[in-house]
Antibody, heavy 121, light 107 residues
Framework: QVQVQESGGDVVQPGRSLTVSCSAS????????MHWVRQAPGKGLQWVAS????????DFADSVKGRFTISRDNSKDTLFLQMNDLRVEDTAVYYC??????????????WGQGTKVTVSS | DIQMTQSPSSLSASVGDTVTITCRAS??????LAWYQQKPGKPPRLLIY???YLKSGVPSRFSGSGAGTDFTLTISSLQPEDVATYYC?????????FGQGTKLEIK
């Protein structure tokens, strides 16, 4: 069935970098906006970043702006989140989620199982 | 930025009860409001989009309403499997802010 699957979570030291990935299957990835959402331990959901279907526009939460980069490879049905200058407060499960189809405005309807990122010295 | 405020933050109800969760936006967001259910250790699941449209496969005891700044999620005839945390989210434009969540328990 339609799915997305994250990978690449790890334990990293503060100030270091990490890239997590999301592989999509069984839907036309190139036609959908994609999002990253995170959840710190015991906390609620926090939207992190999004990218349009063709990669032409990206948006970021203020808490990660300037440190995180979102990108995609539509030839490989893969979404990326590059995280630089990581902080302890970036510790969370990072979810990949499918957003809007083409030019529509749609909710996040397909979610992965998440990948865990721990920032600790 | 538009803030999303849910209430209550937690509630306890009995099987068969009807429960209501509210979500308020600090500015009008039209109908671009979604509700998600998250069970422990699981990813969120989309329940309702565009304020009141039920996603395919979601039980009809879930319903949503509202527009502008005030929205409601209603669960009729509460079932044990409805124990979860529920989140609202605005999705018309970035930032795609979530509410802080409402934890639902069974008495």
């Amino acid at each position: 069935q339609v799915q997305v699957q994250e990978s690449g979570g790890d334990v990293v030291q503060p100030g270091r970098s990490l890239t997590v990935s999301c592989s999509a299957s069984r839907f036309p990835f190139r036609n959908y906006a994609m999002h990253w959402v995170r959840q710190a331990p015991g906390k609620g959901l926090q939207w992190v970043a999004s990218i349009l279907s063709d990669g032409s526009n990206e948006d970021f939460a203020d808490s990660v702006k300037g440190r995180f980069t979102i990108s995609r490879d539509n030839s490989k049905d893969t979404l990326f989140l590059q995280m630089n200058d990581l902080r302890v407060e970036d510790t969370a499960v990072y979810y990949c989620a499918r957003g809007s189809f083409a030019g529509a405005t749609e909710a996040l309807d397909v979610w992965g199982q998440g990948t865990k990122v721990t920032v600790s010295s | 930025d538009i803030q999303m405020t849910q209430s209550p933050s937690s509630l306890s109800a009995s099987v068969g009860d009807t429960v209501t969760i509210t979500c308020r936006a600090s500015q009008g967001i039209g109908f671009y409001l979604a509700w998600y259910q998250q069970k422990p250790g699981k990813p969120p699941r989309l329940l309702i989009y565009a304020s009141s449209y039920l996603k395919s496969g979601v039980p009809s005891r879930f319903s949503g309403s509202g527009a502008g700044t005030d929205f409601t999620l209603t669960i009729s005839s509460l079932q044990p499997e409805d124990v979860a945390t529920y989140y609202c989210q605005k999705y018309a434009a970035a930032p795609y802010t979530f509410g802080q969540g409402t934890k639902l328990e069974i008495k």
